[in-house]
């Protein structure tokens, strides 16, 4: 076999790959990066060009690529069991996951049920809640609530509760219409109101839907803390507590999506924690697996697992089912994940790096073309404006954004901008000295993209 370069892997790859989230034309002029092999946090081409991922290859690798304790853990589930149909068959890899995750979630979670992505997972979380309901005699309870800008999914019923135009305008008629409250986005607070008092007053919108549309909510579906895929907008843990409360008095669910920014990318284990909260549903992907492999799960209580438990001429059973359930090697995979958080004290570890990473970017704020460098856990964000006094944003057609990221390429680093947000999210393994040369790279990006 010829040596391969990129050049001769892009073309043979723009002859038969419809790459996700692309305008393919794009690549008549923008490279393709072949990936030949990963290690910690770096990516090598076929060329031996080198790029550091500091977007966590969209935000699933925790403990870098080619992680030696996974490999290991991959390798000797292989020599026993790949994979089983997950109805009528169990298997030892997902009966530890779930034990592991049942008690590193808060008590009222007890079951967990798998699908192999993030939006499968938020399907099952909207379906067992209409379900829930309508086994509890609530036929009613239809619609679900969401908050602008929010994200939960590429599938028909994921862009039904998601709130990005770019990726839901053009499929609208295909979609359930949810009941949009908008966002406590703390971007949009005006000068001099903090965060929670921001997070506080914009609670008023979800009262009121809730007040108005309760009787005909199965759930609140929320991302917590972090709206990632809209541009990292942020808010106060104190809204997802008014939230719970405000559930639990208009007997509605609450679902949490954090497959982005569960595992400690907020600093605690789940975001949830920040608020001391528990929801009805949570779904978890991304992370779970450390980036190694599909895999989801949604954790629910046994209020509602008991609703579905009857006779099966009942037909009150989840009778839901994705060929690749609770794959074992995946299950492996999220396994040595857990032990490498329990082994490695990566909590403290990232509050340090999340700390180091502000310091590197703060100064940022004071760029006449940055509107707020903002920050949760090991996750900062810069984002770009064409002007400060007016809050005018660069528009969508001018992809400043795109700018950077070439940029970034040409300076070993994969920063992914969304939109004209500049934003770091990390593998937890990278170095203070990783997170200035990222700091220092995106700087000059942002100068570069904004200078006419
Ligand atoms: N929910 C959130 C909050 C996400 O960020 C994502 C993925 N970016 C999803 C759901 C969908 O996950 P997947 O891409 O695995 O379908």
Request: proline share 4%; glycine share 6%; hydrophobic share 40%.
């Amino acid at each position: 076999m010829p040596h391969m370069t990129n050049k001769s892997l892009v073309k043979r790859d723009l002859k038969v790959v419809w790459h996700p989230c692309s305008q393919m034309k794009d690549h008549e002029w923008l490279p393709m990066i072949p990936v030949r092999r990963g290690e910690g946090v770096w990516l090598y081409d076929m060329d031996g060009r080198r790029y550091l991922d500091a977007v966590s290859s969209w935000w699933v690798n925790l403990f870098g690529h080619a992680n030696p304790r996974i490999n290991q853990a991959l390798r000797r589930q292989m020599e026993s069991l790949e994979h089983v149909i997950l109805a009528g068959f169990t298997h030892e890899p997902v009966v530890q996951l779930s034990e592991r995750l049942v008690a590193l979630t808060p008590e009222p979670l007890t079951r967990c049920f798998y699908t192999d992505n993030g939006s499968s997972a938020v399907e099952v979380a909207l379906k067992m809640s209409y379900h829930y309901w309508r086994n509890s005699g609530q036929t009613q309870r239809t619609r679900f609530i969401t908050l602008s800008g929010s994200y939960h999914g590429e599938t028909l019923g994921t862009l039904g509760v998601g709130d990005v135009a770019l990726y839901k305008d053009t499929y609208r008629p295909l979609l359930m219409e949810a009941i949009t409250v908008p966002s406590p986005d703390c971007a949009l607070r005006e000068e001099g109101v903090s965060w929670e008092e921001h997070s506080r007053r914009m609670f008023a919108h979800m009262e009121q839907a809730l007040a108005e549309h309760a009787h005909e909510t199965a759930a609140v579906i929320v991302e917590p803390l972090v709206q990632c895929a809209t541009g990292m907008r942020m808010y106060h843990p104190v809204y997802l507590k008014l939230l719970r409360e405000a559930c639990d008095r208009h007997g509605v669910h609450l679902i949490a999506d954090e497959i982005a920014v569960g595992f400690g990318r907020t600093g605690t284990m789940f975001a949830c924690e920040h608020a001391g909260i528990c929801a009805d549903f949570l779904c978890l992907s991304k992370g779970l697996t450390g980036g190694y492999l599909p895999l989801a799960t949604v954790l629910t209580n046994d209020t509602v697992y008991d609703a579905f438990y009857d006779d099966y001429a009942t037909l009150r059973a989840f009778l839901h089912s994705h060929s690749y359930t609770g794959n074992a090697l995946a299950c492996a995979a999220a396994m040595a994940t857990l032990d490498i958080f329990q082994q490695d004290d990566v909590i403290a570890r990232n509050r340090q790096l999340s700390a180091h990473m502000l310091r590197a970017v703060s100064h940022l704020a004071d760029h006449p073309h940055v509107a707020e460098v903002r920050q949760t856990g090991m996750i900062v964000a810069m984002e770009m404006i064409r002007d400060r006094k007016t809050r005018e944003p660069y528009p969508f057609e001018e992809r400043r954004g795109l700018r950077v990221y070439q940029h970034a390429l040409g300076r070993e680093a994969l920063l992914r901008p969304l939109g004209n947000v500049v934003y770091m999210m990390p593998p937890y393994v990278i170095s203070e000295d990783q997170i200035d040369h990222l700091a220092k790279v995106a700087e000059e990006g942002i100068d570069l993209a904004t200078q006419d």
